[in-house]
């Protein structure tokens, strides 16, 4: 895979620090052995608790760490409005994902790859309570790279967080997905925001939400490249698209794909890596002022050194 390769190669330039919290999985171990030998990034290990390790990687022990007074009291002045108290906040920033998640908040990791063994819930928890979400933004999302065989890689927007964002919410994942896409591919994004009306063909109430969000999107990002609303052919293909809407420079060349909702985003992605034979590199999550990126649970060592590479990428 081209891209996948080329994310490798950018990030062993930066040689960016990031940390795997669960070393409890043998393919989160597999994966820092790898990253390590190959020099794509340094990584920190967690030692999680009653684990014994018999590896040369870095290891930390959040409950010894020098660290765990000064993470727990900048999470009690984050949290202390929703009522947290020290002796909780020294209590929650044990937990690997805490500690980890705080180790980036704090500038001691560049960023984080976790859920291998957690949940998104409790990853991208810990991800907004520690690390924050970054200026400008106002929700946490994510895109999928999709990647053919022929060189192509696109980037879909919101497909595993946002389950019907509002206009607002929908123009930031827009804004957020471009960004990752240049930040990945080094490709200027060109955006197409997906409905199952092109240009006003059909009227409803959640074609006008994704009217507004064109519009919100805009004012805040006036250079970039954004049209819609588009049906997925008018934005990808390139003669439907002059048709469908004449004059557009999205259309029929869009390589960011942005969809209403989660319904329509998983389905998308999916139907697309499994009946075209994409390869879908994520999700990456995006809107965090620092990078901490979530795994499913069926994931492989491989992917978790694929989203470390991306996490690196991310951070600059």
Known sequence: MQIIE?????????????????????????????????????????????IPLDTELFLIEPEDSPKLEKYASAFFEKRKRKGITEKKALEVVQD???????????????????????????????AIQTIGLKSGSNVVSSIFLMSFDDGRVFSYGDCAVVPYPTSEQLATIAI?????????????????MLSFSTKGSARHERVDLVEEALEVAKKKES???????????????????KRKAPGSDVAGNANVFIFP???????????????????????????????MMDL?????????????????????
Request: a negative charge.
């Open 6 to 50: 080329e994310i490798r190669k950018k990030a062993s330039l930066l040689k960016k620090t990031i940390v795997l919290p669960r070393s409890s999985d043998e393919r989160v171990i597999k994966a820092a052995e790898f990253l390590t030998r190959n020099e794509l990034c340094n990584v920190v290990l967690l030692k999680n608790e009653g």
């Open 96 to 126: 690997p994902l805490f500690f980890a998640a705080s180790m980036v908040a704090e500038g001691d990791a560049d960023g984080c790859v976790a859920g291998s063994v957690s949940t998104t819930g409790d990853v991208l928890r810990a």
């Open 176 to 192: 957020d997905s471009a960004k990752s896409h240049h930040a990945l591919t080094g490709v200027e994004p060109k955006v197409a």
């Open 223 to 241: 250079a970039l490249k954004i049209d819609g609303t588009l049906q997925f052919d008018a934005a990808l293909i390139d003669h439907i698209g």
């Open 261 to 291: 909702n989660l319904d329509a985003g998983n389905i998308g992605y999916k139907i697309t890596e499994r009946l075209a034979g994409a390869t879908a590199t994520g999700p990456v999550i995006q809107g965090l002022a620092k990078p």
């Open 296 to 316: 499913s649970r069926g994931c492989s060592w491989e992917d978790i050194v694929n989203t470390s590479c991306v996490a690196a990428l991310l951070s600059e």
